[in-house]
Nanobody, 114 residues
Framework: VQLVESGGGLVQPGGSLRLSCAVS????????MSWYRQAPGKERERVAS????????NYADSMKGRFTISRDNAKDTVYLQMNSLKSEETAVYYC????????WGQGTQDTVSS
């Protein structure tokens, strides 16, 4: 199993980023997927989740209305569109199954700073 996150970078407060996570080694369409993040000195937390065929999405309260999770089962890829980013959302962002059952990838660093 491989989870390869990309799309991070440096963005100013209020800016946007679109993250991608390309997966391989398992039947992607059979799994609900989540995005997680880990800020410096903090525990990893779940950001957003999507069911196996994308019919249902859930977000942590502070992300509702700003973040959108989506997936393309033909491309074995899950996405996270992040808008109106805040400086406190600087973190390494990861994808994994909803239960976090796979070996974690390296993540993608998002830095929100002016």
């Amino acid at each position: 199993v491989q989870l390869v996150e990309s799309g991070g970078g440096l963005v100013q407060p209020g800016g946007s980023l679109r993250l991608s996570c390309a997966v391989s080694g398992f039947t992607f369409s059979g799994y609900g997927m989540s995005w997680y993040r880990q800020a410096p000195g903090k525990e990893r937390e779940r950001v957003a989740s999507i069911t196996s065929v994308g019919g249902s999405r859930n977000y942590a309260d502070s992300m509702k209305g700003r973040f959108t999770i989506s997936r393309d089962n033909a491309k074995d890829t899950v996405y996270l569109q992040m808008n109106s980013l805040k400086s406190e959302e600087t973190a390494v962002y990861y994808c994994n199954s909803y239960s976090g059952s796979f070996l974690w990838g390296q993540g993608t660093q998002d830095t929100v700073s002016s």
